[in-house]
């Protein structure tokens, strides 16, 4: 079956001069592991839009990389 | 090559949201000396409904506010008759307990200034909301409790099924969802804490994880105890809610409504007398967006500022803080604008209405050595304090049996066949993906199960839901964590047939919009004051009558009708 890469305006927003990569506090706490770390920046990313929308994330990253916006279809 | 890992544990609790947590806990306060492990599939520090806190305690019952008994009488009264009054009692009794502990672990709950706990009143009749205005660290204290208790977690691993012998639970399996392990557990009890099934029906914004409950509650325990052989109840029961719409979260009226702030329709006028969450409220609510009177809102602008900085700095700290920047997004502002409200997708959840594993008084399955608690666990109106109230009974009564239980070996063939199940989709990683197939089967829901309920839909529906096993074949996953939302849609998948079968069993009309049918409209107390229960028997699902236990509290269901329609305008 032939898989398309379609754009997605996706909930998680990391500011990568902000984020930490020996940090992983967002990765651990998210309720639906859709953010994991770019292996070659080391910066998180939201890999699968899959959101809650709830705010751990974003709460717990100790440099305020994180801007959680409410999922385009919902806004 | 796929690793397998083998763990052993006196007690596994499965799920470690609010009900989890706390039956990880109570069993460890009662017997130290054995192992109690919980299985995560999150990160217990923030999963589950309470995620990021609550604003609120729904069911407090205080003594000096309320009893137990007025507490069941309530509840009875709201459930239309059909509940086992012997576990909707234990939250009554017992919850007053559960608030006073959590206290002295430092969870805030707000007093007055005499030091008293605060109680309004949202429910028809009696006080038993407490607010909880510094609630949204919740978990986090939970966490704390576990760890100083020494039970064991692992978190980032999902339950596939939970393994039976001898007619006793023996343990579980599923699989790591980062690394793709296969994981079997032996454990001498078993207790499901999983949540809700939240996303069974597809909220109308169309986004798949846009929904009231915590999307990680996909209907795991409602499904692994049908395929463990316990009984479910209620299933037909469903759980539909007020919510701000698009948002899909609380707006919250159990906040607000102790403030003045009301649920009103187009024309500003009440159409509810009452905004506690009830299939009665909500049939109000169908009705009247579908009389040309609304939208409808939750009304808050006639209140003044301090009351409304006030409303705003609960409900944007607590459960659901992303309600401000979804406001702020749209320019709306409490003090200009109603909060727009809809009618939510349906779900299965006692914590709110009633659906969910048969559970007794001492949170025992039908299946010895497992138990259930939290949302998942049938006991009506539950909300957080129930759920914290039956993951301790649920601890205990666990730790007990464990006693004279030894662990058994696993079936050999039968892991073989769970492992096969598990990892058929990370064969075929270009089949169809999980989230196409889940939208699918979700839009389904809707379509055809989504009340008021018609026979003919529901057929349809069953018909669809049955067949859907063949689609579910041909999902295909990339990596784990593609695999764990495939094995969340097989729960979906189970939890909308048992919707619809149980649905079509009862034929009358109870809990308000929960279960309106409109081919049989009117409520029949003489064929279905009873439970509708379900299991599976020979690999069929099997629907039949249970009666309903002989009340504790006395109620008069002929003279006390939960009725909440306004009728002057």
């Not at chain 2, 024309?267 to 009452?274: A, D, I, K, M, W």
């Not at chain 2, 506690?276 to 109000?284: A, D, N, R």
């Not at chain 2, 109106?381 to 039956?390: C, E, L, R, S």
């Not at chain 2, 081919?519 to 020979?538: A, I, R, S, T």
Request: net charge negative; hydrophobic share 35%; aromatic share 8%.
């Amino acid at each position: 079956m032939a898989l398309t890469n379609q754009r997605v305006d996706v909930p998680v927003i990391v500011d990568e001069s902000k984020c930490l990569e020996k940090c992983h506090a967002c990765i651990e706490v998210c309720p639906l592991d859709v953010l994991v770390k770019n292996p070659e920046t080391g910066k998180a990313y939201m890999k699968y839009d899959e959101c809650w929308f709830c705010l751990p994330c974003e709460k717990e990253c100790p440099t305020n990389a994180i801007t959680v916006q409410i999922p385009f279809l919902l806004r | 090559m796929t690793n397998t890992q083998h763990l052993k544990t006196d007690v596994l609790v499965v799920g470690g949201g609010t009900a989890g947590t706390m039956a990880a806990i109570k069993a460890k306060q009662a017997n130290p000396e054995a192992e109690v492990l919980i299985l995560e599939k999150a990160n217990i520090r923030r999963s589950g409904a309470i995620a990021m806190g609550m604003d609120g305690v729904n069911t407090a019952v205080i003594p000096g506010n309320s009893t137990p008994e007025q507490y069941v009488r309530e509840i009875t009264i709201a459930n239309d008759g059909i509940l086992n009054q012997k576990a909707v009692y234990q939250t009554g009794k017992l919850g007053y307990e559960v608030i006073q502990e959590l206290d002295s672990w430092g969870v805030k709950f707000q007093k007055d200034t005499y030091g008293n706990y605060d109680l309004k009143q949202v429910h028809r009749v009696g006080k038993y909301v407490l607010p909880m205005p510094e609630g949204k660290d919740l978990k986090k204290i939970l966490t704390r409790q576990v760890k100083r208790h020494k039970a064991k977690v692992t978190n980032r691993v999902m339950a596939t099924r939970v393994m039976v012998k001898d007619g006793r639970a023996r343990g579980a399996v599923g699989f790591d969802v980062r690394n793709g392990d296969f994981v079997v557990i032996q454990a001498k009890a078993v207790v499901l804490c999983t949540g809700a099934c939240g996303r069974l029906g597809l909220p109308d914004s169309g986004y798949l994880y846009g929904t009231y409950e915590n999307p990680t509650n996909a209907g795991d325990g409602y499904s692994m105890a049908y395929h463990a052989g316990a009984e479910l109840t209620n299933i037909e029961c469903f759980q539909i809610n007020p919510l701000i719409k698009d948002y899909n979260g609380p707006a919250c009226a159990y906040v607000a409504s102790p403030f003045g702030a009301y649920t009103a329709n187009a024309e500003g006028h009440r159409f509810v007398s009452c905004d506690y969450w009830s299939g009665q409220m909500m049939l109000e609510i169908w009705k009247e967006l579908n009389s040309g009177k609304g939208p409808i809102q939750l009304k808050m602008t006639h209140l003044d500022e301090d009351t409304i900085s006030e409303i705003e700095s609960i409900l944007w700290a607590n459960e659901r803080p992303s309600r401000e920047r979804f406001h702020q997004s749209r320019g709306e502002n409490y003090r200009t604008h109603g909060v727009e409200m809809h009618i939510s997708e349906i779900g299965l959840c006692s914590g709110h209405s009633a659906s969910g594993v048969w559970v007794n008084e001492k949170a025992e399955t039908t299946i010895p050595g497992l138990y259930a608690a939290g949302d998942m666990a049938s006991v009506p109106h539950n909300y957080m304090i129930g759920a914290f109230v039956f993951g301790r009974l649920a601890g205990v009564a666990a730790m007990e049996y464990v006693r004279d239980v030894a662990h058994l070996e696993p079936d050999a063939d039968w892991l073989a066949a769970e492992k096969e199940r598990i990892y058929k989709p990370l064969q075929n990683p270009d089949g169809i993906p999980h989230t196409q197939v889940e939208y699918k089967l979700r839009r389904i829901v809707n379509d055809y199960l989504q009340p008021p309920k018609n026979t003919h839909k529901m057929d349809i529906a069953l018909n669809k839901f049955v067949n859907y096993h063949d689609t579910l074949d041909l999902m295909g996953a990339r990596d784990p964590h593609e695999l764990m939302r495939c094995m969340e849609v097989h729960f979906i998948r189970d939890c909308a047939e048992m919707a619809a079968r149980a649905s079509l069993y009862r034929k009358e009309s109870r809990w308000g919009l929960y279960h309106y049918r409109i081919d049989y409209p009117e409520k029949n107390n003489e064929e279905w004051f009873c439970h509708v229960n379900l299991k599976q028997e020979n690999g069929n699902m099997t629907l039949f009558k249970r009666p309903v236990e002989p009340y504790i509290v006395d109620v008069n269901l002929e003279e006390e009708v939960y009725d909440v329609k306004v009728t002057s305008k």
